[in-house]
């Protein structure tokens, strides 16, 4: 009954018209360049059917092409281009043989061949007015030549109604999971300001009147039943149906509330009951770039934390496209929010921690340090796991309090290093004034001895001296002595 897997064919009675048919279906029968740009299973495709079905009612020729198809993925530019080609001649059911006409052309380039195509082929042989629909645009981010060049051919069949108005019967719908700054680079000849973009709102209470008919008869107040599933889902297209689908089930065999069945059915060991693939591809995409996972999980974790006062403002930065892409936030009145309850329980605090832990070599300081509001020198690092961490986070896109932590911790260990190269410095001055005092003290001792030498020296000298003197005067003595009596 409920369709949760892949596009809702045409026919499908539970496809929910939501505020984006009307847009894109008027925006693209005015001839306007339209371009839908949203996360996954958020609806994109089956509104292109619907979409399709609409116009070729109303007389519009209408094609599509798949980029994520195998055909024209892991090719070089040549086979690209005329992969895009030979789908589009299938499609309109074009009388040209395609090989000849490429061989003609063959001095032409890539993008010449296709513009060649659309004016001589195309716009010849189809009189109707024209819509391209150009499904998973961002497969061309896996390509291993660059797509500027198509996506400013396209811009240029806008500039070209001007001087050929053939071309005001050609127009392009874009859709896929990507930013324009993702898909080209040169925002002078970016198609992305010249189109309308068409947001891909979740359902809404007054939309959803063909998912409440499969719960009437079921439930007594089907309304109240639907409302609640609303809540939890947030209107998000792929779980809302997944919703219906289980509490038809559950009615039948076991009679539950919407949020019992939410508890058992979604939330709980989500990992293993996540078919078909939902939460996993929003994980994935979260943490596939290692170098802003980080970044992305702090914003998510401070969307989280200030979502009562609605304090982080919606803008247009890489990263807060990027969450947005992944189907976990939305923006709402300029501000961002978690999607739906159910996301907000499954990506909750702890998984956050979980896998900041396993990005960040140093999640256990850095999470102690930031509970410290940044003073607790003792969580900042130091040495090898300082020199780990720089070398992890190079070419990464860290959050700002990891930028924090990180130049705080090199801060810490220079001033520490300063700290030590002085505490050296005056080891080795009070040493050398150390050896410096005994060294005086040596040569005072050494001069002290020599002095002490000379007067014992000078002492015996002196009794010496004294003594022969006291012997010479006692002998001359003597023989005066001697004299006086010989002359007596």
Same mark, same amino acid.
């Given at each position: 009954?409920?369709?949760?897997?892949?596009?809702?064919?045409?026919?499908?009675?539970?496809?929910?018209?939501?505020?984006?048919?009307? *847009?894109?279906?008027?925006?693209? =029968?005015?001839?306007?360049?339209?371009?839908?740009l949203n996360s996954r299973q958020?609806?994109?495709?089956?509104?292109?059917?619907?979409?399709?079905?609409?116009?070729?009612?109303?007389?519009?020729?209408?094609?599509?092409?798949?980029?994520?198809?195998?055909? !024209?993925?892991?090719?070089?530019?040549?086979?690209?281009?005329?992969? &895009?080609?030979?789908?589009? !001649?299938?499609?309109?059911?074009?009388?040209?043989?395609?090989?000849?006409?490429?061989?003609?052309?063959?001095?032409?380039?890539?993008?010449?061949?296709?513009?060649?195509?659309?004016?001589?082929?195309?716009?010849?042989? !189809?009189?109707?007015?024209?819509?391209?629909?150009?499904? @998973?645009?961002?497969?061309?981010?896996?390509?291993?030549?660059?797509?500027? /060049?198509?996506?400013?051919?396209?811009?240029?069949?806008?500039?070209?109604?001007?001087?050929?108005?053939?071309?005001?019967?050609?127009?392009?719908?874009?859709?896929?999971?990507?930013?324009?700054?993702?898909?080209?680079?040169? =925002?002078?000849?970016?198609?992305?300001?010249?189109? =309308?973009?068409?947001?891909?709102?979740?359902?809404?209470?007054?939309?959803?009147?063909?998912?409440?008919?499969?719960?009437?008869?079921?439930?007594?107040?089907?309304?109240?039943?639907?409302?609640?599933?609303?809540?939890?889902?947030?209107?998000?297209?792929?779980?809302?149906?997944?919703?219906?689908?289980?509490?038809?089930?559950?009615?039948?065999?076991?009679?539950?509330?919407?949020?019992?069945?939410?508890?058992?059915?979604?939330?709980?060991?989500?990992?293993?009951?996540? *078919?078909?693939?939902?939460?996993?591809?929003?994980?994935?995409?979260?943490?596939?770039? @290692?170098?802003?996972?980080?970044?992305?999980?702090? &914003?998510?974790?401070?969307?989280?934390?200030?979502?009562?006062?609605?304090?982080?403002?919606? /803008? /247009?930065?890489?990263?807060?496209?990027?969450?947005?892409?992944?189907?976990?936030?939305?923006?709402?009145?300029?501000?961002?929010?978690?999607?739906?309850?159910?996301?907000?329980?499954?990506? *909750?605090?702890?998984?956050? *921690?979980?896998?900041?832990?396993?990005?960040?070599?140093?999640?256990?300081?850095?999470?102690?340090?930031?509970?410290?509001?940044?003073?607790?020198?003792?969580?900042? &690092?130091?040495?090898?796991?300082?020199?780990?961490?720089? @070398?992890?986070?190079?070419?990464?896109?860290?959050?700002?309090?990891?930028?924090?932590?990180?130049?705080a911790s090199q801060a810490k260990?220079? $001033?520490?290093?300063?700290?030590?190269?002085?505490?050296?410095?005056?080891?080795?001055?009070?040493?050398?004034?150390?050896?410096?005092?005994?060294?005086?003290?040596?040569?005072?001792? $050494?001069?002290?001895?020599?002095?002490?030498?000379?007067?014992?020296?000078?002492?015996?000298?002196?009794?010496?001296?004294?003594?022969?003197?006291?012997?010479?005067?006692?002998?001359?003595?003597? =023989?005066?002595?001697?004299?006086?009596?010989?002359?007596?």
């Open positions: 009954m409920y369709i949760f897997s892949g596009s809702l064919p045409e026919e499908a009675t539970t496809y929910v018209t939501r505020e984006a048919d009307g *847009e894109l279906y008027e925006g693209l =029968k005015a001839g306007k360049f339209c371009y839908v958020s609806g994109k495709s089956s509104l292109r059917v619907r979409t399709m079905r609409r116009l070729r009612e109303s007389g519009v020729e209408c094609a599509a092409i798949d980029l994520s198809a195998g055909g !024209i993925q892991n090719v070089p530019p040549e086979q690209w281009y005329a992969d &895009l080609i030979d789908t589009l !001649i299938e499609s309109f059911g074009l009388d040209v043989d395609f090989g000849d006409w490429w061989s003609q052309n063959q001095l032409n380039s890539l993008v010449t061949r296709f513009r060649k195509f659309l004016e001589e082929i195309l716009l010849a042989e !189809i009189k109707e007015n024209i819509v391209i629909f150009i499904d @998973e645009i961002d497969s061309v981010l896996s390509l291993n030549f660059p797509t500027d /060049d198509f996506f400013a051919f396209i811009r240029a069949c806008y500039n070209q109604r001007v001087d050929n108005p053939e071309y005001n019967r050609l127009t392009f719908c874009l859709l896929g999971v990507a930013s324009p700054s993702n898909l080209i680079q040169d =925002k002078q000849r970016t198609p992305f300001n010249i189109g =309308k973009a068409i947001s891909l709102k979740g359902f809404q209470l007054d939309e959803v009147e063909p998912l409440e008919k499969g719960l009437h008869g079921r439930y007594s107040d089907s309304q109240a039943v639907m409302k609640e599933i609303l809540h939890w889902t947030g209107g998000q297209p792929f779980l809302t149906q997944k919703l219906c689908q289980f509490m038809v089930e559950s009615e039948r065999d076991n009679p539950r509330t919407v949020e019992q069945v939410v508890r058992s059915r979604l939330i709980e060991n989500w990992e293993s009951q996540d *078919e078909p693939e939902h939460f996993r591809t929003i994980r994935d995409r979260i943490l596939r770039d @290692e170098q802003r996972a980080s970044y992305l999980l702090e &914003l998510y974790q401070q969307i989280r934390q200030t979502e009562e006062q609605s304090e982080i403002t919606a /803008d /247009d930065t890489q990263e807060q496209s990027e969450l947005q892409l992944s189907g976990l936030v939305v923006r709402q009145q300029n501000k961002l929010r978690v999607y739906n309850p159910i996301y907000k329980e499954i990506f *909750e605090q702890n998984w956050i *921690e979980t896998q900041l832990r396993n990005l960040r070599p140093y999640s256990e300081n850095f999470k102690f340090w930031v509970a410290s509001g940044g003073s607790d020198d003792s969580r900042l &690092l130091r040495g090898k796991a300082l020199q780990g961490a720089l @070398e992890w986070s190079r070419d990464k896109s860290l959050s700002y309090q990891d930028r924090q932590f990180l130049a260990e220079r $001033e520490e290093e300063i700290a030590a190269l002085e505490k050296e410095a005056a080891l080795e001055r009070e040493r050398k004034d150390r050896e410096a005092t005994e060294k005086r003290n040596q040569v005072l001792t $050494e001069a002290n001895q020599q002095a002490k030498k000379r007067i014992r020296y000078g002492t015996v000298v002196l009794f010496l001296t004294i003594l022969g003197a006291i012997i010479s005067v006692t002998e001359a003595k003597n =023989k005066l002595q001697e004299t006086y009596t010989y002359v007596a």
